[in-house]
């Protein structure tokens, strides 16, 4: 299937693509930088069309980047991630679909790391407030109540 560009559309599809190569992109933040360059939301469809048939844009892979990347290097729960996808306006199967590769011995080291690392900041206070906080920390970062818990009563 080839798609028929004019010269001006062929300008936004470059500079889309680019937008594209540089890191892997969700079809939302596309749409959004295709409405920076001035293309109407009846007109987008052609542009990501192309994109995904010349696999540019793949939502799928995305999603998965993405976990990966929050997880090992923000250190972040799936709650926080989930939310990070939708606000980038992934379709929800892509985003239930990469949450189910998450390792969940590894994504259990991370959540002891995280409350290991912000136990040594909190020492100097009482065991309830310090607990208290952690909890609060780690529902910041995205992790549930059930897993923070578990996690607590396992000696850290």
């Known amino acids: 299937m080839d798609i028929e560009f004019t010269f001006p559309e062929k300008e936004v599809l470059k500079k889309a693509a680019r937008f594209c190569s540089y890191r892997d992109r969700s079809i939302g933040e596309v749409k959004l930088k295709l409405r920076s360059l001035g293309v ?33 290097h923000n250190h972040w729960g799936r709650q926080k991630i989930y939310a990070g996808l939708k606000s980038k306006f992934v379709d929800i199967q892509h985003i239930e679909k ?12 991370i959540l002891k790391g ?42 850290l």
């Open 40 to 72: 109407t939301s009846g007109e987008n469809q052609k542009f990501i069309d192309y994109l995904t048939q010349e696999k540019y844009l793949d939502e799928e892979r995305f999603s998965r980047v993405y976990v990966r990347s929050k997880l090992l």
């Open 98 to 109: 990469a949450l189910e590769t998450i390792d969940m011995d590894e994504y259990n080291v």
């Open 114 to 155: 995280v409350l290991q690392k912000k136990t040594i900041e909190l020492e100097s206070l009482e065991p309830i407030a310090r607990k208290q906080k952690l909890i609060r920390y780690a529902l910041s970062k995205g992790f549930t109540y059930e897993e923070i818990m578990k996690q607590l009563k396992t000696k």
